[in-house]
C-alpha cells in the first residue's frame, strides 16, 4: 500500500444531516475524498403533514398560490444569475 491508502473497515456508520442538498457527516470520518458510499437512512426526523385530509390540504395550497398572486414581483426587482441562484460553496 501507499502513503496516500487509507484502510476503513466496512460497514462504517456515520451519522449525518441533511444540509443544503448533501449529506454532511456529523463528525469527520476516515474516508478518501470522492469515495463513493451507500446510504441507507434509517431513522429520518421527518415530521408528517399535520394537515392529512386532501380537499384541506388543496385549500391551504389555493390560499398560499393566491397570496403569492396578490404580491407579484416588482418589475424593477434585481434580477440574480443562474450562479447567484445556485450558489456554490
Known sequence: MGSRDIMVTLPLRVQAVFQDGKFVPKEPCALPEAAEVQLIVEQPN??????????????I????????MSQPLPSDAPKFTRDELHERR
Do not use: A, G, H, Y
Not at 421527518?46 to 385549500?59: G, H, L, Y
Not at 395550497?61 to 403569492?68: A, D, G, S, T
Open 46 to 59: 421527518i415530521m408528517p403533514p399535520q394537515v392529512t385530509d386532501p380537499s384541506e390540504r388543496q385549500r
Open 61 to 68: 395550497l389555493n390560499e398560499v398560490v393566491q397570496r403569492m
